[in-house]
């Protein structure tokens, strides 16, 4: 039989998956290292392995939403990440499609076959 919450937690890595976009997308108006960048996330609840970050990052210049500088003027360089005019348009659009669907997943999960909403009684 499988366990509930090692099924939760697997899902739920899923549904994290699919959301750091937005997450790194929406701190990087002001430039950011990769490391601080875990940083900042995790303050915010939104932990990130820097195993994932890194590789997401370059793929995110590549498809030409950020922009990089190096920063060499301190003892370790360090490469500076900020949202490109054109990933300002992208996360903008990704904002407003994130909350079309919280309102429609709510709706969903809001409801039993029934048509009744649960905590309804």
Do not use: H
């Amino acid at each position: 039989m499988a366990d509930v919450n090692e099924t939760i937690n697997g899902l739920l890595s899923e549904l994290r998956r699919g959301t750091i976009v937005i997450g790194v997308l929406s701190q990087l108006s002001e430039p950011q290292y990769g490391y601080s960048l875990v940083t900042v996330l995790e303050e915010k609840g939104v932990a990130v392995d820097a195993g994932t970050l890194y590789p997401l990052l370059r793929r995110l210049e590549k498809q030409e939403l950020l922009e990089s500088t190096w920063d060499t003027n301190e003892a370790r360089p360090r490469k500076y990440y900020l949202l490109s005019p054109f990933g300002k348009e992208v996360y903008e659009g990704l904002c407003r499609e994130w909350r079309k669907l919280i309102i429609s997943m709510e709706g969903i999960m809001g409801e039993t076959e029934g048509g009744e909403r649960y905590g309804d009684d």
